[in-house]
């Protein structure tokens, strides 16, 4: 609540504090959604490069994993030995290439363990999350959630404060095309603009003679995002040096090694940065 004194006996909602609190969320004043209907699609990736490309744009970024049972962030930053602490403000992200990179891997002891929650549990941990992190000096906040429209998103968009926003990453194949077009129908329904489809893994670049060579269907993201009336915002290479060198935890370099990809995601960023401006 705008001006709220922390005394409930002073406004109208006496008696009923929590309807006082303000969210540590408020302040960020952009949120993007990093969506998929479908796993499997680079999604997490796409997430994770977004997040360095605006940070190497000068923007102040952080990143939420909000795929508890398979958490990819720690793996694609170099992070999968580090863990997060805590001080008086709260759990401190880690930062990497200018990313402050919030994930249950880097909470967990053993990364390996499974994470064996039921909804109620995944959303209360979303909520400590959301609260109990220190989101301060924030301009930006990426969020990579699991496939699908399930608990995690759900809870997200009824409670992150402000405005939202969707970036759905898909591959060109039909089979990945049918669950993204219900992952649009979801953000209508829950009032998340979508600014734009990733079409992930698009072509394949030739080392040898530079020539684009398609490795599944041709034109699926362009025929979502028109169906959708939404943009295509990149088509991304899927290029064996930059997949190496995220296996590495080297996401940042790998970028820098596959000048398709970062041209494409160059081009998103644009998109997405004026259409929150």
């Known amino acids: 609540m705008s001006g709220c004194t922390g ?4 406004c109208g909602h006496k008696g009923h504090e929590e309807q006082c609190h303000v969210s540590p969320l408020a302040g ?13 699609v680079g999604k997490s990736t796409v997430a994770a490069a977004l997040s360095v490309m605006l940070a190497k744009a000068g923007k102040k970024v952080a990143l939420l994993d909000v795929d508890f049972h398979g958490p990819s962030q720690p793996t694609l930053f170099g992070l999968k030995d580090v863990r997060m602490e805590g001080n008086d403000s709260g759990l401190l992200p880690v930062e990497k290439y ?11 002891d053993n990364a390996d363990s499974a994470v064996i929650w039921r909804g109620p549990a995944k959303i209360g941990v979303l909520n400590q999350l959301f609260e109990e992190v220190d989101w301060s000096d924030t301009e930006y ?32 194949q039909e089979v990945a095309l049918a669950d993204c077009r219900k992952c649009v129908d979801f ?6 603009p979508v600014t734009g489809i990733v ?15 398609e490795l599944f269907l041709s034109g699926g993201g362009a025929k979502l995002a028109e169906a959708a009336n939404v943009d295509l915002i990149a088509r991304l290479p899927l290029d064996p040096v930059f997949l190496k060198m995220c296996d590495e935890g080297k996401i940042a370099e790998g970028i820098e090694q596959s000048p398709v ?17």
């Open 98 to 108: 200018g990313v402050r990179v919030v994930s249950i891997g880097l909470l967990m």
């Open 28 to 40: 960020i004043k952009h949120k993007i959604f990093v969506l998929s209907g479908k796993g499997g």
């Open 261 to 277: 990809l970062k041209g494409e995601l160059k081009m998103a960023l644009v998109d997405i940065v004026s259409k929150e401006a």
């Open 199 to 213: 079409e992930n893994m698009s072509y394949f670049v030739c080392p040898g003679c530079s020539q684009k060579h």
């Open 187 to 192: 953000c209508r329904q829950v009032n998340v």
């Open 7 to 10: 005394n409930c006996e002073s």
């Open 141 to 172: 906040l990426v969020m990579d959630f699991p496939p699908g429209t399930g608990d995690e998103v759900l809870s997200a968009c009824q409670t992150v404060p402000g405005d939202k926003m969707a970036v759905i990453v898909t591959t060109p």
